[in-house]
Every structure is written in C-alpha cells, then in structure tokens.
C-alpha cells in the first residue's frame, strides 16, 4: 500500500501507509524529506491527520504546514499546502482547540482557485468544504453535493482511501434523513474498503458507524471489535472514547 492507500511498489510509500494506518503519524513523517514540495506537503497531511485523531501534536503540524508553503512552487502545490492549512484550521475548530472557521474557509477557498477542476487534488478539497458545510456551517445539503463531487472525483481517480471517507459522510447523512438502508449501504461499502487497505486507524470509526444501523446481536458484535481495535492503537482516535464506554452495569438495553 502507498501512503494514500493505493497499490504501488514504492518501499518508502509503503513504509509511510504501514506506519500511518497503525497510528505512527510522527514515524511516518519523519520518513519524508522536507525539501520537495510533495513530501513536504505528505509531512503535512500526515501530522495534520494525527491532529484529529488524537487532540494533540498541533504545533508540529503548523510548523510542517509551513515548512510545506514555504517549498511549494506550482500552483497545485500552493493549493494543496492551503487545502492542508484549511484541514488544520477545521479540525481545531471542529475539537474546540480553536475557533479558527473564518481561517478553514479562507484556505479552501483559496485552495479552489489554485488546484483546477479535474486535477488530482480537486476530489480531497471538495470533500473537506463538504466537511466545513456539514459541521461548522450546519450546511447538509451543501455538504451533500460536496461529498458526491469529492466521490465521483475519488472513483475517476482510483483512490480508495477518500472514497472510504465520501461513503461514510454520505451514509451519515443519509442516517440523518432517516434512510436507513442507504446509510447501512455506505458505512459497510467505508468499511469494507478500510479492512481490505488495512487502515487500522479509521476502522474502529467506521464498525461504531455500521454498528448505528444493526439489530442486535450484530451491533454489539461490530461495536466489540471496535473497542478491541480502539485498545489495539492505545485509545485512537481519541473522540471515539465516549461512544465505545460500556454501558454502566445494570442500565437498560434496547
């Protein structure tokens, strides 16, 4: 596996995504030069994502941020440096770090006029405004239209890893209308496309999310792995903590 969950032949890659998806981002960053604009910009993306898995590690992934702006040339790379700063500045927000919304929007925006319609970056922007519309704007319906185009990006780009993502925010959506079926369709279609990539990291999120549209005992089973997964990576993603706690002794099930 490369390191954005593709199949490829590249040792480094491959060390990079074994590494990230066990929850090593640190490790795996510290792989990669910081003098190219691309493994500047991966250093980024990876402590970024360490940011919002564990609550911690901001500073690093400002300083990588910044080392990757610095280095970036092109205009793509310029737009991915600011699709990464908007990740950065939405996920403080999003774990109340921050209030740095205005910043996240900014940033992707301006990441929009600088990465083209069609080139391989565009699918990762739409689905993170998605992500900016759904949680800090209160925005479904714009997220939804997002998230499709990020989804029809990921599928033209054969990258499996975002179309893990896009199924997940699409079925949470589709949960929250009511659409059971299509939810359940979704969260099954992100997990199976984790286990089969091996990315340990986001499997737990994604049997807690099938779990929600199971009958018992089949909820119980997938929300059983899930903590036994959330133990196996020490407590990662730390915002799952909560809704893997067992119910207290005596409390009524359903």
């Not at 400002?62 to 699709?83: F, I, K, M, N, Q």
């Not at 990539?197 to 049997?207: R, S």
Request: aromatic letters at 6%.
């Amino acid at each position: 596996m490369s390191g954005n969950g593709t199949t490829g032949d590249d040792p480094l890659q491959t060390a990079v995504w074994r590494l990230r998806s066990r929850a090593c981002w640190a490790d795996a960053a510290a792989l990669l030069p910081a003098d190219r604009p691309a493994p500047a910009l991966q250093r980024a993306a990876l402590l970024a994502e360490r940011c919002l898995y564990t609550e911690g590690g901001w500073e690093e992934a400002e300083d990588a941020l910044r080392t990757a702006e610095a280095v970036a040339h092109s205009d793509e790379e310029r737009g991915a440096a600011a699709c990464e700063r908007g990740y950065l500045a939405y996920a403080a927000t999003l774990l109340g770090v921050r209030d740095r919304a205005d910043e996240a929007r900014a940033a992707l925006g301006r990441a929009a006029a600088l990465i083209p319609p069609g080139a391989a970056g565009r699918a990762l922007l739409d689905f993170r405004r998605g992500l900016v519309a759904q949680n800090l704007a209160g925005a479904p319906q714009a997220a939804r239209a997002a998230f499709r185009r990020a989804h029809a990006g990921a599928t033209a780009n054969a990258d499996p890893l975002l179309l893990s993502f896009t199924w997940r925010h699409l079925a949470g959506l589709a949960l929250r209308d009511g659409e059971l079926t299509e939810a359940r369709h979704g969260f099954a279609e992100s997990l199976r496309i984790r286990e089969e990539l091996g990315y340990l990291v986001g499997t737990a999120p994604a049997l807690v999310s099938l779990a929600d549209t199971e009958e018992e005992p089949e909820a119980s089973r997938l929300r059983e792995e899930a903590r036994r997964l959330f133990r196996l990576l020490g407590g990662v993603p730390t915002w799952l903590a909560q809704q893997l706690a067992p119910p207290a002794p005596g409390a009524a099930t359903a």
